[in-house]
């Protein structure tokens, strides 16, 4: 069954009212081919926190003359803590960090210390060595990348991932964006295109509560749909809420309504229903209302860390295993694990011999 909704569709739906927006969370159960809930079991190994982007709502960020700030892990660093994830049953390697971190002059010191120049080349030798040396899969995600280092990170990522969060330029000029030239959203769109070209495995998705009207919402989940139907290469889209964090320059925002949250989910669920991409709801972002999620629609919690923090929102810990199992159950389906790339991606059109021998090696619970 295909919806084909347009932005008027999705319009309708982003301002539906409480009897409405229960009757279009019904309609995406037709969509469900099974009960199943993913999730990926994951070590978060933050690189660097030094970022050329100052996001309203960051509190990854760090400044280089901070005492507490990760300038540049070793790999000898990497390694232990990919080693520690090992014992722990973690299949995927997230590694996150500053967008063009290698801009300050802190880091690029730190790369010639370890024998590089740039920040991609570094970043390619930590996930062929997370393939040579661990059972994990490496997928990373830190900011814009050129088609060529797009082209050269595919080589060594099962999958990879890049944050739309919207795709109004109006955004710039607001707290959220405007001190961030690498959130452009042209630019953004143009390195999930290109990873798109590349037939690369990605993940993106929406920032609600940073400003963006419901048009806006609309636009940015339309734009995503369009480069699916172009490339096919979208496997997730995460519908991620803003949480105000003391500290932050927007911590006074409000953040998003349960409601639109919903709304927003069941939108998504309902516009990629045919197209074989899962819905992601952050569940650590939304404890005390996770489950509703499910009945939205949304298929797939994300990477779980039984090892580490969610370096990103750090104040909001990830549930354990245990307890997203329980919730999960709880709200009538079954939980199971999955690779950071999906199964579909799992051949010799999308990965290369060495990632389809890794996968081939590993194995997990479904």
């Not at 393939?131 to 088609?147: F, I, K, Q, V, W």
């Not at 419901?214 to 339309?222: G, H, Y």
Request: proline letters at 5%; hydrophobic letters at 35%; charged letters at 25%.
């Amino acid at each position: 069954m295909t919806l084909n909704l347009t932005k008027k569709d999705i319009l309708h739906i982003l301002n539906a009212t409480d009897s409405e927006i229960t009757r279009l969370m019904l309609k995406t159960a037709k969509y469900r081919e099974n009960n199943l809930i993913t999730y990926s079991k994951n070590v978060f190994i933050p690189l660097t926190e030094i970022c050329r982007n100052d996001c309203g709502y960051c509190n990854f960020k760090k400044h280089p003359d901070d005492p507490d700030a990760i300038i540049l892990k070793t790999k000898e660093e990497v390694l232990s803590e990919l080693k520690d994830a090992e014992k722990y049953g973690c299949r995927e390697a997230l590694f996150t960090f500053g967008e063009d971190a290698d801009s300050e002059e802190a880091v690029r010191l730190k790369l010639a210390e370890y024998g590089y120049e740039r920040m991609t080349d570094y970043v390619i030798d930590i996930c062929r060595m997370t393939l040579d040396e661990t059972s994990l899969l490496p997928h990373t995600n830190g900011g814009n990348y050129s088609y060529d280092d797009l082209k050269c990170l595919k080589e060594v990522n099962a999958s990879m991932g890049l944050m739309l969060e919207n795709s109004s330029s109006r955004l710039m000029e607001l707290p959220a964006h405007r001190k961030s030239p690498g959130k452009s959203p042209e630019i953004r769109l143009e390195t999930i295109e290109n990873a798109g070209r590349l037939k690369i495995p990605y993940t993106t998705g929406i920032l609600i509560g940073i400003g963006e009207t419901r048009e806006e919402v609309a636009e940015s989940l339309l734009a995503i749909r369009d480069l699916y139907d172009t490339y096919g290469h979208i496997q997730e889209v995460i519908i991620q809420n803003f949480t105000p964090i003391p500290g932050i320059e927007m911590e006074e925002w409000r953040e998003p309504s349960f409601l639109d949250m919903i709304r927003t989910v069941t939108a998504a669920a309902l516009l990629f229903g045919d197209a074989d991409v899962s819905i992601q709801v952050p569940p650590n972002l939304n404890r005390e209302t996770a489950q509703i999620f499910l009945l939205c629609g949304a298929d797939d919690w994300g990477g779980v860390s039984p090892v580490s923090p969610d370096y990103v929102n750090i104040t909001s810990p990830w549930p354990g295993i245990d307890e997203l199992e329980r919730l999960t159950a709880d709200a009538g389906f079954e939980l199971t694990e999955r690779l950071c790339v999906y199964e579909k991606y799992m051949n010799s059109e999308w990965l290369n011999d060495t990632l389809l021998e890794n996968i081939s090696s590993i194995s997990w619970h479904r």
